[in-house]
């Protein structure tokens, strides 16, 4: 039974920082690609940035392109999301997805944790 635990949500100000974990337990994390997807209030869940089981390739959303940074540790089965220059906008709860497979879309992701709650001020 594949688990996927976040951590590291939180508030943050208007152009600071936070860097969200993804804990992984009982499956092959090494050989998965990590995606995290955020839901605010009301909205839908989006895509917010993938990679690869390598760590070779990177999909980012235009919203956080240039600002949020997708990593794994594959020694400590671990995604991290390094999120910098946050914005109001991007107050949501964050989620974190595992998958053979890089993609974009959720509908893809077979495992999925609980989510951690991001909030920024103004």
């Known amino acids: 039974q594949v688990q996927l635990v976040e951590s590291g949500g939180g508030l943050a100000q208007a152009g600071g920082s936070l860097r969200l974990a993804c804990a992984a337990s009982?499956?092959?994390?090494?050989?998965?690609?990590v995606a995290w997807f955020r839901q605010a209030p009301g909205q839908e869940r989006e895509f917010v940035a993938a990679?690869?089981?390598?760590?070779?390739?990177?999909y980012y959303a235009p919203a956080v392109e240039g600002r949020f940074t997708i990593s794994k540790d594959n020694a400590k089965n671990t995604g991290y999301l390094l999120m910098n220059s946050l914005k109001p906008e991007d107050t949501a709860v964050y989620y974190c997805?595992?998958?053979?497979?890089?993609?974009?879309?959720?509908?893809?992701?077979?495992?999925w944790g609980q989510g951690t709650q991001v909030t920024v001020s103004s």
């Open positions: 997805a595992m998958t053979y497979g890089i993609y974009r879309s959720a509908s893809e992701y077979r495992f």
């Open positions: 009982g499956g092959t994390f090494s050989a998965s690609a």
């Open positions: 990679i690869s089981w390598r760590g070779d390739i990177k």
